[in-house]
């Protein structure tokens, strides 16, 4: 079984930055690969970006070339860099660890002030 805890998220201006953790633990060693979601108000939860344990990354469209992910395997802990962020980044952002199936954390609030 694995757990995660997400933390770093916070209010940002437009053009701004943060950066979220996410903190494995328990099985790490079966992680296929860890994901970032989000989820703004009334919308559907959508896929942000994938890095996997060869360090393969992936990233949705509306994210490429502003978020990155990536990964300290000494930490077991994953980030999501993001840089010039837009207000319709506003949403609660998920970690999730696919070990035979997608487990979730908690998820952190970010909000962009336009």
């Known amino acids: 079984q694995v757990q995660l805890v997400e933390s770093g998220g916070g209010l940002a201006q437009t053009g701004g930055s943060l950066k979220l953790s996410c903190a494995a633990s328990g099985s790490i060693l079966s992680i296929s690969y860890m994901s970032w979601y989000r989820q703004a108000p009334g919308k559907r939860r959508e896929w942000v970006g994938t890095i996997t344990s060869s360090d393969s990354r992936a990233y949705a469209d509306s994210v490429k070339g502003r978020f990155t992910v990536s990964r300290d395997s000494a930490k077991n802990t994953i980030y999501l860099q993001m840089n010039g962020l837009k207000p319709e980044d506003t949403a609660v952002y998920y970690c999730?660890?696919?070990?035979?199936?997608?487990?979730w954390g908690q998820g952190t609030q970010v909000t962009v002030s336009s």
């Open positions: 999730a660890a696919f070990v035979g199936s997608l487990t």
